[in-house]
């Protein structure tokens, strides 16, 4: 369900078991590349803390997590892009350390 209100809002907001708010953008490509809104781009160049993006590709099967404050350079090299971390163990203990 998309968010109609506030374009370009991620998909989910999250809190950490230290307490702490996150959003995390769901992305999945079947290529190394990602595709944003306009809106999306803005809003993770505006808000930079604590906000991600989550990105699951087909080719390879791996999730990876990158931080909104990197959304430019990830949508210049796509999965290029050194991610935080990758895999669904790492994703997770990242967003609970927040």
């Known amino acids: 369900m ?5 374009l370009g809002t991620p ?3 999250g ?8 959003t995390l953008e ?13 809106h999306q781009i803005s809003f993770h160049v505006k808000h930079t803390e ?15 997590l990158y931080p909104g404050s990197k959304i430019l350079e990830l949508v210049h090299s796509g999965l290029k892009l050194e991610p935080l971390c ?3 163990e790492l994703v997770r203990s990242k ?4």
């Not at 809190?15 to 996150?22: A, D, E, G, I, T």
């Not at 769901?26 to 306009?38: E, G, H, W």
């Open 86 to 88: 990758a895999g669904w």
């Open 15 to 22: 809190y950490s078991p230290n307490k702490h708010f996150f």
């Open 26 to 38: 769901l992305k999945f490509t079947s290529a190394y590349r990602v595709r944003f809104s306009p």
């Open 50 to 64: 604590n906000t991600f993006i989550l990105v699951a590709c087909a080719l390879d099967k791996l999730v990876r």
């Open 11 to 13: 998909d989910l907001l």
């Open 95 to 98: 967003l609970e350390s927040l």
């Open 2 to 6: 998309e968010n109609r209100s506030l």
